[in-house]
């Protein structure tokens, strides 16, 4: 069992940055991937970003290419997502989320964290 605890969240005017966190803890905890999901009112929930733990490759949903960035610090088990040049389309409620090595497809989700971009 991992847990996920997301932080960094909040209410900022477009054209702004937000920075999330999110750090895992758990016993024999050993991530093969890690992203970052989101989901705005009335829609469904969107893969915005992944990266994968060993080798550091990262994915991006189109809409955010170029403006968000995914890292890792597999020391400190913590999973980030940069976003810059923020839109009021990226209004939603962000969701930390690990595929365990050998575990369920993104079997782990924290709680989510809100984030609101006023126009």
């Known amino acids: 069992q991992v847990q996920l605890v997301e932080s960094g969240g909040g209410l900022v005017q477009a054209g702004g940055s937000l920075r999330l966190s999110c750090a895992a803890s758990?016993?024999?905890?050993?991530?093969?991937?890690a992203g970052w999901f989101r989901q705005a009112p009335e829609k469904g929930r969107e893969r915005v970003a992944v990266?994968?733990?060993?080798?550091?490759?990262?994915y991006y949903t189109d809409s955010v290419k170029g403006r968000f960035t995914i890292s890792r610090d597999v020391a400190k088990n913590t999973v980030s997502l940069q976003m810059n040049s923020l839109k009021p389309e990226d209004t939603a409620v962000y969701y930390c989320?690990?595929?365990?090595?050998?575990?369920?497809?993104?079997?782990?989700w924290g709680q989510g964290t809100q984030v609101t971009i006023s126009s």
């Open positions: 758990g016993r024999s905890l050993s991530i093969y991937r």
């Open positions: 989320a690990a595929h365990l090595s050998g575990g369920t497809d993104w079997g782990s």
């Open positions: 990266v994968y733990w060993s080798s550091g490759i990262t």
